[in-house]
């Protein structure tokens, strides 16, 4: 790219679900040239290709083969199946994948020049998110190229590093405690307060106080509840209360134990 800033790179999306979709928007918005987006379907292909204005395909023998960089975000087993085909006739752009999970090595005899940029946050379409504030992970084989997917993260974000797969598997696992565990603990919450005839949004400045104080204490210091100090008559009332719920009391009474033992140890 010498001669030339990182933005005029022509980049394709293979792939336009939520990620894609957060990820090319914000590219886009920073007047990196967006060329193509290849989704399974119409609607998908179609309408983040008409927001960045690229065009589309539905169709993997389609996907041009002129771009210089290529940015897949399918699904994990598409992927690892589709893989062949998608970098067939184009081997020697530069290949990335936004999958937390998956190593950079999966590249490995396909292609020539590849690597990973992970952005690590919770996306949906129906959402825009500051990508200024995600935590933007890159790794390449090689140097080059690291510094390369480093200046293109860096014009997203201000939090960029460059991480193993080692490292980024563990960064998915932890995200999936983090975010998707919390998530369903919101989803067992909104059902039981709906078996009440309460409303879901009393919980949300709850919800918003207990993220906020992570940003001041750890995690175990910010712990509180009847599980730390292990309150036996309360306890013992919901689990009376989940007595129809047997999943639930289940999971209520495994995290209060485990709640408790971290707070003694």
Same mark, same amino acid.
């Given at each position: 790219?010498?001669?030339?800033?990182?933005?005029?790179?022509?980049?394709?999306?293979?792939?336009?679900?939520?990620?894609?979709?957060?990820?090319?928007?914000?590219?886009?918005?920073?007047?990196?040239?967006?060329?193509?987006?290849?989704?399974?379907?119409?609607?998908?292909?179609?309408?983040?290709?008409?927001?960045? &204005?690229?065009?589309?395909?539905? &169709?993997?023998?389609?996907?041009?083969? &002129?771009?210089?960089?290529?940015?897949?975000?399918?699904?994990?087993?598409?992927?690892?199946?589709?893989?062949?085909?998608?970098?067939?006739?184009? &081997?020697?752009?530069?290949?990335? /994948?936004?999958?937390?999970?998956?190593?950079?090595?999966?590249?490995?005899? /396909?292609?020539?020049?590849?690597?990973?940029?992970?952005?690590?946050?919770?996306?949906?379409?129906?959402?825009?998110?500051?990508?200024?504030?995600?935590?933007?992970?890159?790794?390449?084989?090689?140097?080059?190229?690291?510094?390369l997917l480093k200046d293109i993260a860096s014009a997203l974000s201000e939090k960029v590093y460059e991480a193993s797969s080692e490292q980024r598997k563990s960064l998915h696992l932890a995200a999936v405690f983090t975010c998707n565990f919390t998530n369903h603990m919101y989803v067992l919450a909104a059902e039981l307060l709906k078996k009440y005839g309460l409303p879901f949004e009393a919980m949300l400045p709850l919800i918003d106080e207990t993220a906020r104080k992570v940003h001041e204490l750890e995690p175990l210091a910010a712990q509180t509840g009847p599980a730390v100090r292990y309150d036996e008559n309360v306890i013992d009332e919901h689990l009376r209360m989940l007595a129809d719920e047997p999943q639930m009391l289940e999971l209520y009474r495994e995290i209060s134990e485990n709640i408790h033992r971290l707070a003694i140890r």
């Open positions: 790219m010498a001669g030339r800033s990182i933005e005029d790179m022509s980049i394709a999306f293979i792939g336009a679900g939520n990620l894609a979709t957060n990820l090319a928007k914000a590219l886009y918005r920073k007047g990196f040239r967006i060329v193509q987006v290849y989704s399974r379907t119409k609607e998908s292909a179609q309408g983040l290709a008409q927001t960045v &204005e690229a065009a589309y395909t539905t &169709e993997l023998q389609a996907v041009t083969k &002129e771009a210089q960089l290529y940015i897949v975000s399918l699904k994990d087993a598409a992927f690892v199946e589709l893989l062949p085909q998608i970098v067939s006739g184009k &081997e020697n752009a530069l290949w990335v /994948h936004t999958a937390g999970s998956i190593p950079m090595n999966i590249w490995q005899g /396909h292609v020539a020049r590849y690597g990973v940029l992970y952005p690590m946050q919770t996306f949906s379409k129906q959402r825009e998110v500051d990508f200024g504030q995600i935590p933007c992970f890159v790794e390449s084989n090689s140097e080059e190229d690291v510094q």
